[in-house]
């Protein structure tokens, strides 16, 4: 029994394939079955070398070097093989081997194996070919990978707390002295920022060499004056414990070059931009920086591709989907404000206050390589008519120039008229209740989608108050109304499962989409979905899927397990969207949302379908 069920496995996996029916019978009648429990260590790096070939049949493996760090060199899934390296060579184990799940292997003897290499050409040169390739390239790849986001030899900018790259100690002065007394410190010490500390010691403010030119050569100060008139005093740190990739990202967001380090609330370093610098010309920092200083829309032109550049990198190296995505919203979030500031350079500024806000994926921070910007303005309610007409006339014009720039800067226009053309999108925080409102209780599907995710708004650019304001009065509305309640939820409750009883996917069956199916919709969306008509009924007002699920996880309204299986599940499709969106990007394809699981590897294809 065992060897014909043997036999049919064999013959559909490579180089197996490839024998003839004896050999395969040969095999067959030598083999054996095992059994490895999840997590058991099958060989051990530096280990005794394996006496057999292990061929999957159910289950999967991890191969992994140790260092400092776990290095993961490749999972392996049914119908691969392991053991090949350390058999060949008989003296020790080159790797790790665990089980990530309960495993079945055959074990196929080494005299068996030599036999074959001898007698079947093929079968070797496969070996040699494919899985050496597989095994020492992707070593090295992935060591030389590493290297472009390594600090001297530190650690993963990715793994590595802060602390780790603070190099020497925190210069500081007093607060009461003077600037030319500032300036000589700084000298002395060869620092480019030197902190000012209050009576009790704690940071007051800090000045850099910036503030040096900016403020007292520039201006021509007098360098008697006190050095506070210079100083910066909102203060912006991190703790010690925190990843560099948590750092750089608090740099990005307040746009800063040097960041207060402290430990257990006491100062005890300063990192800077130059720190985080993941490769010439292509970091995120210095991309923002170049963001900052483009003067018109055709220099902005070539950010885009150092951003995506930029951000195939670090998924490459196996920087986790909510990491990028969070640096994709920074520098996309630059991007728009720095064309907005362009176009308002254009046609002058209004008197009148408002808010740009972007809604959606944008408003969640949670785009992808596939971006289409979504945005409108709101203002206040306190307006007259003539008050309400010129800011009206002013947005439609700021729009047209918002969207003439996008054009020139190749990038995708934003829709005009997403809740029906004779809606625009802009008008006061009543009017703007009124639209997403109406659109809830509309039957047109289209704008139902776009009134919730305007429920996931956040500002961009200019009085943050008014959005938060118009947020409020949203989500109070419909928790008074449970009819709204009910609307929220009626999508996430008819989503069709992706899986079939038996696993299988489903896919569309004809057109350009055989085969394929739209992961964001039939995958992210609904748990999306599902998760905003939670934060809205519990006035949750954080934008962020995953910090929306920690909050109702804090306030016990969704079991931790639960929630910590969804958000696994959300991270994951998220991976594999950007994954295959990247793919489609380096071979010139049409973005989109569609996956092919018959191109995923097994064990992909079983992690997305318990994701599922």
Same mark, same amino acid.
């Given at each position: 029994?065992?060897?014909? *069920?043997?036999?049919?496995?064999?013959?559909?996996?490579?180089?197996? /394939?490839?024998?003839?029916?004896?050999?395969?019978?040969?095999?067959?009648?030598?083999?054996?079955?095992? $059994?490895?429990? @999840?997590?058991?260590?099958?060989?051990? /790096?530096?280990?005794?070398?394996? !006496?057999?070939?292990?061929?999957?049949?159910?289950?999967?493996? @991890?191969?992994?070097?140790?260092?400092?760090?776990?290095?993961?060199?490749?999972?392996?899934?049914?119908?691969?093989?392991?053991?090949?390296?350390?058999?060949?060579?008989?003296?020790? +184990?080159?790797?790790?081997?665990?089980?990530?799940?309960?495993?079945?292997?055959?074990?196929?003897?080494?005299?068996?194996?030599?036999?074959?290499?001898?007698?079947?050409?093929?079968?070797?040169?496969?070996?040699?070919?494919?899985?050496?390739?597989?095994?020492?390239?992707?070593?090295?790849?992935?060591?030389?990978?590493?290297?472009?986001?390594?600090?001297?030899?530190?650690?993963?900018?990715?793994?590595?707390?802060?602390?780790?790259?603070? %190099?020497?100690? &925190?210069?500081?002065?007093? +607060?009461?002295?003077?600037?030319?007394?500032? =300036?000589?410190?700084?000298?002395?010490?060869?620092?480019?920022?030197?902190?000012?500390?209050?009576?009790?010691?704690?940071?007051?403010?800090?000045?850099?060499?910036?503030?040096?030119?900016?403020?007292?050569?520039?201006?021509?100060?007098?360098?008697?004056? &006190?050095?506070?008139?210079?100083?910066?005093?909102?203060?912006?740190?991190?703790? %010690?414990?925190?990843?560099?990739?948590?750092?750089?990202?608090?740099?990005?967001?307040?746009?800063?070059?040097?960041?207060?380090?402290?430990?257990?609330?006491?100062?005890?370093?300063?990192?800077?931009?130059?720190?985080?610098?993941?490769?010439?010309?292509? +970091?995120?920092?210095?991309?923002?920086?170049?963001?900052?200083?483009?003067?018109?829309?055709?220099?902005?032109? &070539?950010?885009?591709?150092?951003?995506?550049?930029?951000?195939?990198?670090?998924?490459?190296?196996?920087?986790? =989907?909510?990491?990028?995505?969070?640096?994709?919203?920074?520098?996309?979030?630059?991007?728009?404000?720095?064309?907005?500031?362009?176009?308002?350079?254009?046609?002058?500024?209004?008197?009148?206050?408002?808010?740009?806000?972007?809604?959606?994926?944008?408003?969640?921070?949670?785009?992808?390589?596939?971006?289409?910007?979504?945005?409108?303005?709101?203002?206040?309610? *306190?307006?007259?008519?003539?008050?309400? @007409?010129?800011?009206?006339?002013?947005?439609?014009?700021?729009? *047209?120039?918002?969207?003439?720039?996008?054009?020139?800067?190749?990038?995708?226009?934003?829709?005009?008229?997403?809740?029906?053309?004779?809606? &625009?999108?802009?008008?006061?925080?009543?009017?703007?209740?009124?639209?997403?409102?109406?659109?809830?209780?509309?039957?047109?599907?289209?704008?139902?989608?776009?009134?919730?995710?305007?429920?996931?708004?956040?500002?961009?650019?200019?009085?943050?108050?008014?959005?938060?304001?118009?947020?409020?009065?949203?989500?109070?509305?419909?928790? *008074?109304?449970?009819?709204?309640?009910?609307?929220?939820?009626?999508?996430?409750?008819?989503?069709?499962?992706?899986?079939?009883?038996?696993?299988?996917?489903?896919?569309?069956?004809?057109?350009?989409?055989?085969?394929?199916?739209?992961?964001?919709?039939?995958?992210?969306?609904?748990?999306?979905? =599902?998760?905003?008509?939670?934060?809205?009924?519990?006035?949750?007002?954080?934008?962020?899927?995953?910090?929306?699920?920690?909050?109702?996880?804090?306030?016990?309204?969704?079991?931790?397990?639960?929630?910590?299986?969804?958000? +696994?599940?959300? @991270?994951?499709?998220?991976?594999?969207? !950007?994954?295959?969106?990247?793919?489609?990007?380096?071979?010139?394809?049409?973005?989109?949302?569609?996956?092919?699981?018959?191109?995923?590897?097994?064990?992909?294809?079983?992690?997305?379908?318990?994701? $599922?």
């Amino acid at each position: 029994m065992i060897t014909n *069920e043997s036999i049919n496995f064999l013959r559909n996996i490579p180089p197996y /394939q490839f024998l003839d029916e004896a050999t395969l019978r040969s095999i067959a009648g030598n083999l054996s079955l095992e $059994f490895f429990p @999840k997590n058991t260590h099958i060989l051990t /790096q530096e280990g005794p070398p394996s !006496l057999s070939l292990r061929v999957i049949k159910k289950g999967g493996v @991890k191969i992994s070097l140790a260092n400092e760090d776990e290095m993961i060199i490749d999972y392996r899934s049914e119908g691969d093989s392991f053991g090949y390296v350390s058999l060949i060579s008989g003296d020790k +184990s080159r790797a790790n081997v665990v089980a990530v799940e309960d495993t079945i292997c055959y074990q196929i003897p080494k005299d068996i194996i030599l036999e074959i290499i001898n007698t079947q050409p093929v079968f070797g040169e496969y070996f040699m070919k494919s899985f050496f390739k597989n095994y020492i390239d992707r070593t090295y790849k992935e060591m030389r990978n590493k290297n472009l986001l390594f600090k001297e030899g530190e650690k993963l900018l990715y793994t590595t707390h802060i602390e780790k790259i603070i %190099s020497a100690s &925190p210069i500081t002065a007093r +607060s009461d002295i003077s600037i030319k007394e500032a =300036a000589a410190i700084m000298s002395q010490n060869s620092i480019s920022a030197l902190i000012l500390t209050d009576g009790e010691g704690s940071p007051a403010g800090i000045i850099t060499d910036r503030d040096m030119r900016d403020k007292v050569v520039a201006e021509g100060r007098e360098l008697t004056s &006190p050095a506070t008139d210079i100083m910066s005093s909102g203060l912006v740190t991190v703790d %010690s414990r925190s990843t560099c990739f948590d750092a750089l990202s608090t740099m990005i967001k307040h746009n800063i070059h040097h960041l207060l380090v402290t430990k257990g609330g006491v100062l005890s370093g300063v990192v800077t931009n130059h720190d985080f610098m993941l490769m010439q010309g292509t +970091s995120p920092l210095s991309i923002l920086k170049n963001i900052d200083r483009q003067k018109n829309a055709e220099e902005l032109v &070539p950010i885009r591709d150092n951003i995506n550049q930029t951000l195939a990198i670090l998924l490459k190296e196996g920087v986790g =989907a909510s990491h990028i995505l969070r640096i994709i919203t920074e520098l996309h979030d630059r991007l728009i404000m720095k064309i907005i500031d362009l176009s308002i350079g254009k046609i002058g500024s209004s008197h009148c206050p408002f808010a740009f806000f972007v809604y959606g994926a944008e408003g969640r921070r949670e785009e992808t390589f596939k971006t289409v910007f979504h945005c409108a303005i709101v203002y206040d309610n *306190e307006k007259t008519y003539c008050e309400k @007409k010129d800011i009206d006339e002013y947005c439609q014009y700021l729009i *047209e120039n918002l969207q003439d720039t996008l054009g020139e800067c190749g990038l995708p226009l934003f829709e005009t008229a997403p809740l029906g053309k004779d809606v &625009p999108i802009f008008g006061d925080i009543s009017e703007w209740e009124s639209k997403v409102l109406t659109a809830l209780r509309s039957r047109n599907n289209d704008f139902v989608m776009t009134a919730k995710k305007i429920l996931d708004s956040r500002a961009l650019y200019g009085n943050a108050s008014i959005v938060e304001a118009f947020r409020e009065r949203i989500y109070r509305k419909i928790r *008074e109304d449970e009819t709204y309640g009910f609307q929220m939820m009626d999508d996430p409750a008819e989503h069709e499962s992706s899986v079939g009883f038996f696993k299988k996917f489903f896919v569309s069956e004809n057109g350009e989409q055989l085969k394929k199916f739209d992961m964001k919709e039939r995958g992210i969306t609904p748990i999306v979905d =599902a998760v905003r008509a939670m934060s809205v009924k519990a006035d949750i007002h954080e934008t962020s899927t995953l910090e929306r699920l920690d909050i109702l996880t804090r306030e016990a309204l969704i079991p931790a397990e639960l929630s910590h299986n969804i958000k +696994s599940a959300f @991270k994951f499709l998220l991976h594999l969207l !950007l994954q295959s969106q990247l793919i489609k990007k380096e071979s010139n394809m049409s973005i989109d949302n569609l996956i092919e699981p018959e191109k995923l590897s097994l064990l992909e294809k079983k992690t997305l379908k318990e994701a $599922f």
